[in-house]
């Protein structure tokens, strides 16, 4: 039910969007949330977003990465700027949807995409 892409492999310092959408149809985006996965480590919060645009950060990416927000479209980005090699891992995307009864909710996880920094 999503479709996350946008990784790959960068340089450090360089910049990846990895956008998250969903094709739930009568469901809208309520908030969301980007993980990351490194090997050998438990998955971790990057960057949340909530229904009504406020955003938290883990402190690691706080003034580098940008997580935002198409309503209409139901996709969620995730701006990665100034990367290092310590960004690299699995990086998944979690989408709450909200149904048009304004009650029943729906939770979704990416199948995850990979970011890879390294010269």
């Known amino acids: 039910q999503l479709q996350a892409s946008g990784g790959g492999l960068v340089q450090p310092g360089g910049s990846l969007r990895l956008p998250c959408a969903s094709s739930?149809?009568?469901?809208?985006?309520?908030?969301a949330g980007w993980y990351r996965q490194a090997p050998g480590k438990q998955r971790e919060l990057v960057a949340a977003?909530?229904?009504?645009?406020?955003?938290n950060y883990a402190d690691f990416v706080k003034g580098r990465f940008t997580i935002s927000r198409a309503n209409f479209k139901n996709t969620v980005y995730l701006q990665m700027n100034s990367l290092t090699p310590e960004d690299a891992g699995v990086y998944y995307c979690?989408?709450?949807?909200?149904?048009?009864?304004?009650?029943?909710?729906?939770?979704?996880w990416g199948q995850g995409t990979q970011v890879t920094v390294s010269s």
């Open positions: 979690n989408l709450v949807l909200l149904g048009a009864d304004w009650v029943s909710r729906r939770s979704y």
């Open positions: 739930e149809s009568g469901f809208s985006l309520d908030r």
């Open positions: 977003i909530g229904g009504s645009g406020t955003t």
